[in-house]
């Protein structure tokens, strides 16, 4: 296992995409050198990435961008008996499957509910508003119905798949007026669950 003392993070506070390698640096009992980048100027992150988005990690000569990428780069070369990509091949699928799942469709419901926008780019009315609101609902009742029965995502133990998930939640119920209801409770039984292991390994 490599040494962490010099992993640097370029991130944005509200972006989950950011919340979520935050998030993996913590279940891995990782440090990291933060650099916040402001979204209107992103001169830092380009100047060390060649290119403006953002999570990237810089690893001495090692420069690795996307969040999903990061999970895996740290996970390989970082992890002391704590993995977080199964080594099962069942597992792993599944784990990318929901990673794939809170990058490409809560992403969506996230971005909408942080800048208040409709599907089509409008501000939010009242009649959007109610409508991302039901949006966020279906999709809260699917996780609901997903874990019953489950402390986690995928397996037995802590994956990327509850850290993903996980980190899009974290953005609406922190930053945005919108949150799932409250009456999933399965859901949230699992999200203070993933919130109280993330903390212990702070």
Not at 117 to 124: C, F, S
Not at 165 to 178: E, H, Q
Request: glycine share 4%.
């Amino acid at each position: 296992m490599r040494s962490n003392d010099r992993i640097q993070l370029y991130h944005f506070e509200r972006c989950p995409y950011c919340e979520k390698v935050r998030r993996v640096f913590r279940a891995l009992n990782l440090n990291y050198e933060s650099h916040l980048i402001e979204p209107d100027d992103r001169r830092k992150v380009e100047e060390v990435s060649g290119q403006e988005n953002v999570p990237v990690i810089i690893d001495g000569e090692t420069v690795v961008n996307e969040s999903t990428d990061i999970a895996g780069y740290l996970d390989e070369y970082y992890s002391d008996g704590v993995r977080i990509i199964p080594e099962s091949p069942e597992d792993r699928g599944l784990v990318y499957v929901l990673d794939r799942y809170a990058d490409n469709v809560l992403s969506s419901v996230t971005y909408r509910a942080l800048v208040n926008i409709d599907e089509d780019g409008e501000p939010l009315d009242t009649e959007g508003k109610e409508a991302l609101q039901r949006g966020i609902d279906c999709e809260a009742d699917y996780m609901n119905q997903m874990l019953t029965n489950r402390s986690f995502l995928v397996g037995v133990s802590l994956s990327l798949a509850d850290i993903s998930v996980s980190a899009f939640l974290s953005r609406l119920t922190d930053i945005t007026d919108f949150t799932p209801d409250r009456s999933y409770a399965q859901l949230w039984k699992w999200y203070r669950r993933i919130e109280d292991q993330l903390n212990e390994t702070s």
